[in-house]
């Protein structure tokens, strides 16, 4: 059986029988403040915790693209755990200004098609993307991190580099993680999912963001996700604070008009989802 959970921002967490596999964990949640107007840096005190929570350190790490939100917390996960960590160069860089030497199997936006095992039956393909218009109609802080940078470095010093949609198969489920919200159809020709894990935040910026993508993926389960407002803490028994101005009823409308039939999920974050899910 696998347990699966929304971690908050992108996040997701998948625990096996064996093994533990983390896609974007950021744990952190620093404030606005913070984040608009400081240099940042990981909460360590709240990654410890987190990861001692778990019940073996993780097997794999898949990051999508090294936004902050993405990818702050990753050097410090990594510094504690030896696991493979898939992502892009930019990915490659911000580890090595944190001294960690070939810690990355570097995917580029013309080799991603290969599946890269994680583990006994665990795999994950790397699908090249594109970042979705998030701020005024633009696409925030493109580029590839320079590794000149000094740390700790601002959030616009984490560019998003190399943007990835990962394909994660774990014995004979596929999820695939779309952690901003736009995409690349000829990239995804052939590319089908059970169940599909999509990025809310800026839904209507790309005309047929679900209707076009569904009728590529065929997933048979839909989890909405990345609509937490990752400013703000999550209490032990909270819930989850969500971004104002998502129209997230709207965004359901649009997938059941489009696909009456296919299940929708709107995750409070930190749940299991496994039964839900199979
Ligand atoms: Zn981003």
Redesign the pocket.
């Given at each position: 059986m696998i347990k699966v959970r929304w971690t908050g921002a992108a996040g997701l967490e998948f625990i096996t029988d064996q093994d533990v596999f983390l896609i974007d964990p950021y744990l952190s949640r620093l404030g606005k403040f913070q984040m608009f107007f400081q240099r940042v840096s990981a909460n360590t005190d709240v990654i410890e915790e987190y990861l001692e929570n778990l019940p073996s350190k993780p097997s794999g790490i898949v990051i999508s693209?090294t936004?902050a939100?993405?990818a702050l917390d990753i050097p410090f996960i990594a510094q504690n755990s030896k696991c493979q960590i898939v992502g892009s160069k930019s990915l490659d860089s911000l580890l090595k200004m944190h001294g960690l030497l070939n810690r990355v199997i570097v995917c580029e936006s013309d080799n991603g098609h290969e599946p890269i095992e994680l583990g006994d039956n665990v795999s994950v393909v790397m699908i090249p993307s594109v970042?979705g218009k998030?701020i005024f109609g633009r696409v925030?802080f493109p580029g590839e991190i320079d590794p000149n940078e000094t740390l700790p470095m601002k959030a616009s010093g984490y560019r998003?580099g190399a943007v990835f949609i990962s394909k994660i198969k774990i014995d004979d489920i596929t999820f695939m993680h779309l952690g901003?919200a736009d995409y690349i159809e000829s990239q995804l020709d052939g590319h089908t999912c059970d169940v599909l894990f999509i990025c809310v935040p800026d839904w209507k910026k790309k005309s047929g963001y679900t209707s076009r993508l569904i009728d590529i993926v065929q997933p048979e389960v839909i989890v909405l996700f990345h609509f937490d407002d990752f400013s703000r803490v999550i209490s032990k028994t909270g819930r989850t604070p969500i971004l104002p101005f998502q129209d997230i009823s709207g965004f359901i409308g649009e997938i059941k008009k489009h696909t009456p039939k296919v299940k929708i999920i709107l995750p409070e974050i930190n749940t299991d989802l496994g039964n839900e899910l199979f």
């Open positions: 693209h936004h939100d993405h970042h998030a925030p998003h901003s």
